[in-house]
């Protein structure tokens, strides 16, 4: 019978690269769902272009997802990106937003979209406390964004 005690995070030696540099930041894939067909995701010759999504049920829970995150702001990340997928397709993301920003030592919150949600949750999320947006701007061009995605 192992009778060690499960090493506590605040116990942890930091996180650092092959450098010996500190590693401050992460990405979290929130959703792997997204609502347009890029060539570049998918691209015509992989899964048909179409995608093969995990159930809504499969996806790590907002439980889930913030013990991860504490866990590696106890290993000395500072800095959290929100990924999907199209992230803001996943249900709930005000709230799970509000409870990242809960974390002690988690000093910025981001969020990489294509955007096309934007206006229904951009308060939401800003009330939450999402400090910062990316919008992934492919083209301008109706034709080309047409053809990409």
Same mark, same amino acid.
């Given at each position: 019978? *192992? $009778? ?7 116990? /942890? ?20 769902? %997204?609502?347009?067909? %890029?060539?570049? %995701?998918?691209?015509?010759?992989? &899964?048909? @272009?179409?995608?093969?999504?995990l159930p809504l049920e !499969? &996806? ?13 702001? *106890?290993?000395?990340? !500072? !800095? ?11 249900? @709930? ?8 920003? /809960?974390?002690? @030592? ?10 096309? $949600?934007?206006?229904?949750?951009a308060v939401d999320l800003?009330?939450? @406390?999402? *400090?910062?947006?990316?919008?992934? &701007?492919?083209?301008? *061009? ?6 990409m995605s």
């Amino acid at each position: 019978m *192992d $009778m060690r005690l499960p090493l506590k995070f605040s116990e /942890a030696v930091p996180l650092q690269d092959h450098y010996q540099r500190s590693l401050r930041e992460l990405r979290v894939s929130v959703i792997d769902r %997204c609502n347009f067909r %890029c060539t570049y %995701c998918m691209p015509a010759d992989s &899964l048909q @272009g179409k995608g093969v999504f995990l159930p809504l049920e !499969k &996806l790590l829970t907002d439980h889930e997802i913030v013990d991860l995150v504490r866990a590696f702001v *106890d290993l000395g990340v !500072k !800095k959290l990106r929100i990924t999907g997928g199209e992230p803001l397709l996943r249900p @709930g993301l005000p709230a799970l937003v509000e409870q990242l920003a /809960a974390i002690q @030592g988690l000093d910025d919150i981001a969020l990489t979209t294509n955007g096309v $949600m934007l206006t229904r949750l951009a308060v939401d999320l800003a009330d939450a @406390g999402l *400090d910062r947006i990316t919008v992934s &701007l492919d083209t301008l *061009d109706r034709e080309v964004l047409a053809e990409m995605s």
